[in-house]
């Protein structure tokens, strides 16, 4: 095909026409903004992929900054860490800018369960402390490394991952999305603790233990 196109005329001119003609793939995870910013209306009740915006005229400098991450998380929970969030939810000026952040405080020993977001990648920061930091990738192959603080990680978007304090002390990471609402799918609870519950019988055959296996996890994760 380029051979017979090639005949009739220079071939670097029509390589070149046929990549500008080439649409370019979207890598981010979220949508464009269309404008400069679309603070979220979280009352409204218009029902569309994200948030309406509130009308510019009632816009204030406040709702471009946040503090809702400088308070510590509360660790004294099952897992013994807290993540707090910073999305759109909890931020409404992250509207339509397809980002996010959360902090996650640990407890000496504390564990961010395995989870995964389904829109987003995750990179991360560790502030504080020594955190083992893991994920699990489609093909089953297990990535993981201890980092102290200045340290990054990356977890794929929608791969499964945790991180543990393996330090003495208290540990802190902030972490960031390519999403104003990157969601948590976090496997314990999703599988023992959903309404209504996943039957006994599929989660027993799912993991090859008796019933009773099953309801002592799920007492656990009882509200
Ligand atoms: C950590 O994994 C987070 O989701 O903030
Ligand atoms: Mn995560």
Redesign the pocket.
């Known amino acids: 095909m380029a051979s017979l196109i090639c005949k009739y005329s220079s071939c670097n001119a029509i390589i070149l026409t046929l990549l500008l003609l080439t649409p370019f793939p979207s890598h981010s995870a979220d949508p464009d903004p269309l404008q400069d910013f679309c603070v979220a209306d979280l009352a409204s009740n218009i029902v569309l992929n994200g948030f309406p915006c509130k009308p510019a005229t009632n816009v204030t400098s406040e709702d471009f900054f946040f503090d809702g991450l400088v308070q510590e998380g509360d660790t004294n929970n099952t897992f013994g860490s807290q993540?707090t969030l910073g999305n759109v939810l909890a931020f409404p000026g992250l509207n339509t800018q397809g980002i996010s952040m959360?902090r996650?405080d640990f407890a000496p020993g504390g564990l961010?369960p395995p989870?995964s977001?389904p829109r987003a990648t995750?990179s991360?920061v560790v502030i504080q402390g020594k955190l083992l930091v893991g994920f699990i990738t489609t093909g089953n192959v297990f990535h993981s490394k201890i980092l102290g603080p200045g340290q990054m990680f990356v977890?794929p978007r929608g791969l499964v991952?945790f991180?543990m304090n393996v330090g003495e002390q208290k540990a802190l990471?902030v972490?960031a999305f390519n999403s104003q609402l990157p969601g948590?799918v976090i496997a314990p609870s999703t599988l023992f603790a959903a309404t209504p519950a996943v039957p006994d019988y599929v989660l027993s055959k799912a993991f090859q233990v008796g019933s009773e296996v099953i309801d002592q996890i799920k007492s656990k994760f009882a509200a």
Do not use: K, L, S
């Open positions: 993540p959360n996650v961010n989870h977001h995750e991360g977890i991952h991180q990471i972490t948590a």
